[in-house]
Structures are given as structure tokens and as C-alpha cells.
């Protein structure tokens, strides 16, 4: 695409209601001084002085912070939090970067996923050490997946949104928000309804039906039963993301890292190859931020091929950012199109 093409796609985003429905997870780093850690007389172990907390939404609020930043006007969370100190947190995180909430369940008897991420101070940053993670190891009640499947339903048969984004992180089956039940669900809305749906999954690629998806090489691999070794060449790569795309009867996008992103269709599979690097990188988000700028191109009417060429250019932009985990902004991405 042309520069100008690439401003005109990247204007209609602020017309377009996308919701995210998922695992909201909040990223919380605590940062430690060692300079100040102290040996605990109870037990005569080190106790490590935390001297700056940082919280950021993550997960699924990854994909939202991502939104946010390419400008999309409207952002819809769907999903549920605890009554917790963290839920708080990423609620206020949510809202500031201006995601609705209403449709995110507060539960009593469930923790917000947190992924608590100790850092320790060194001369030449920060250096991550063992994290701890917060999860929910039993099955989600009936009653919440009824709530969240009425709210998919509701939004989708009333064209209250344009794109649903479905950001599957639990790995533990039925625990998290996209249970078999909600899955299937939206299977079948996508089938027969105009509203595009399109899906990220951690480990269950190979069980959405009737929506986009985006998986790496691996996981597309994976999904129609090859082997890890099968999609190392570039044809079988593009036969595999094809294949799958008959399977689900809609385009499925393969991120190749470095070698950039496959858009196919059940007939094609156009190579649209990533930007050359520009120094030292960090990909640390780059799959979500291929995520939001995909779907919201498709939503604002971008063939695949250009959706993918967007894809491209947010990650471009976030690997560059070091140490976080970085969105893209409209203003970054047209730095890169010449």
C-alpha cells in the first residue's frame, strides 16, 4: 500500500466498535532495589525490598491496549475479573486507556489471572526473575458462561459491534473465559452472522471453527495434525494456512516471525514479508499487536493482504521498543511506509 493508502485505512479506525472477549489478566511488575534487601530473622532468608509496583493490563488486555493505541473509537471488554485488589488494578488500567467494562463480570469467588513479575534493579536495567502466576484452576460456573454467551449473542445479532477479538490465554481447558461452550458458540454465530470474528488461542487454535485465526507456524501445523518439522518449509507453510482456511471457511493469518505473515484464503496464500530490523529488538507483544492491527483492518474493510501488511508494520514498531511490551500508534506506523 501506498502511504496515503495506508493513513486512509488507518483513519477508519476511530469509526469502528470492536469487543474483546477473553482472559484479562493483569501484568504486575514489583520492582526490587538489592541494594536494600534485608535477611529475615524468622527464617534467616533474604527479603527482597520492592521499591516501585508498576500494573498494566495483560492478555487479553494486551489486545485492548493495542486497540487503544491504532486509535479504534470504540473497545468493549468481555470477560470476568475477581473482587480483588487486582481486579481493581486492571479495571483502572482497562478504563484509562479507554476500554468499556460494563460487560466484564466482578466474581466474588474468582481471582483476577495475574502474572506478578518481580524485577530486580541492575547497572543496565531491570532483569526479570522467577514469576509468579495467578490463576483459576477450576471451571468456570454456568451461569457466567450463559452471561458471556448472552452478551456475544446480544452484540452480534444487533450488529453492536463490528469485530469480536477473541484472546484465548488459559491453557486449563474450561477454566478461563473461551470455555468449549463459548467457543462453539461463537463458531456458530460467526457461521451465520456478518460480524467478523477472529481468534488468538495459547493452545487450542486447532478447536475454533467458522472464524479467522491466527496462529504461528507451529500451532497452524499443529492444528491439521503435522508435525512441528512439516511447516519449516515455505510451501508446505502456505498449503498448511490454506488447508486450515478450508477447515474453518475463513482466512487464517501464519505469523513467521522474522519471514513476516502468510495471508490465506482455501484457494491462496499471498507472502507479505516482514520490515528488515532497525537495531536491537524485543518481541515481547509483537503477536498481540499483529493481532489488533489485523482485525481492526479487516473491520475497517482492508483485503487480507493489506490487513496483513498492517500486522507487519505494528509489529515493526513494538519489537523496537525495549522492555516493555509495546502497542503501536497510527503515527508510528506511517513513519515506516515510505
Known amino acids: 500500500m501506498t502511504k496515503r493508502q495506508v493513513q486512509e485505512l488507518l483513519h477508519r479506525f476511530r469509526d469502528l466498535r470492536i469487543a474483546v472477549v477473553g482472559d484479562f489478566f493483569l501484568d504486575k511488575y514489583l520492582i526490587l532495589d538489592p541494594a536494600l534487601s534485608e535477611i529475615s530473622i524468622e527464617t534467616g532468608l533474604e527479603a527482597r525490598q520492592v521499591v516501585e509496583i508498576r500494573c498494566s493490563p495483560g492478555a487479553a488486555g494486551t489486545v485492548t491496549n493495542n486497540l487503544s493505541a491504532l486509535g479504534v473509537g470504540t473497545i468493549e471488554a468481555v470477560g470476568m475479573v475477581g473482587e480483588d485488589g487486582e481486579g481493581y488494578d486492571l479495571l483502572k488500567g482497562l478504563e484509562s486507556r479507554g476500554v468499556g467494562c460494563s460487560l466484564l463480570m466482578r466474581l466474588p469467588d474468582r481471582f483476577t489471572p ?17 514469576r509468579l502466576d ?12 450463559d452471561a458471556i454467551i448472552a452478551s456475544l ?13 477473541v484472546a484465548d490465554q488459559v491453557q486449563e481447558r474450561n477454566c478461563g473465559v473461551i470455555t468449549d461452550r463459548v467457543r462453539e458458540h461463537l463458531g ?17 487454535i486447532s478447536e475454533f471453527r467458522n472464524v479467522i485465526v491466527k496462529p504461528n507456524r507451529h500451532e497452524a501445523a499443529a492444528a491439521i495434525g503435522m508435525s512441528d518439522r512439516a511447516d519449516a518449509d515455505p510451501d508446505q507453510a502456505q498449503a498448511i494456512g490454506c488447508a486450515l482456511a478450508r477447515r474453518n471457511t475463513k482466512p487464517v493469518f501464519i505469523t513467521l ?34 493481532f489488533a492491527g489485523i482485525a481492526s483492518s479487516l ?19 513494538t519489537i523496537h521498543k525495549l522492555g516493555t511490551t509495546g502497542t503501536a500508534s497510527p503515527d508510528e506506523i506511517l513513519a515506516l511506509v515510505h
Open 299 to 317: 473491520a475497517a474493510g482492508a483485503s487480507p493482504e493489506q490487513a496483513a501488511e498492517i500486522g507487519n508494520l505494528c509489529a515493526s514498531v
Open 188 to 204: 456458530r454465530l460467526s457461521a451465520t452472522e456478518t460480524v467478523l470474528v477472529m481468534a488468538d488461542s495459547r493452545t487450542r
Open 114 to 130: 495475574t502474572y506478578t513479575k518481580p524485577m530486580v534493579m541492575t547497572p543496565s536495567g531491570e532483569t526479570e526473575i522467577e
Open 257 to 290: 516471525g522474522p519471514d513476516g505473515i502468510l495471508a490465506c484464503t482455501a484457494d491462496t496464500a499471498v507472502h507479505v514479508p516482514a520490515l528488515p530490523v532497525r537495531g536491537e529488538i524485543d518481541i515481547v507483544g509483537a503477536g498481540d499487536s499483529v
Open 153 to 165: 449473542t446480544e452484540m452480534i445479532t444487533n450488529r453492536d459491534v463490528d469485530a469480536i477479538l
Open 134 to 145: 495467578i490463576k483459576n484452576r477450576k471451571p468456570i460456573p454456568h451461569h457466567v458462561e
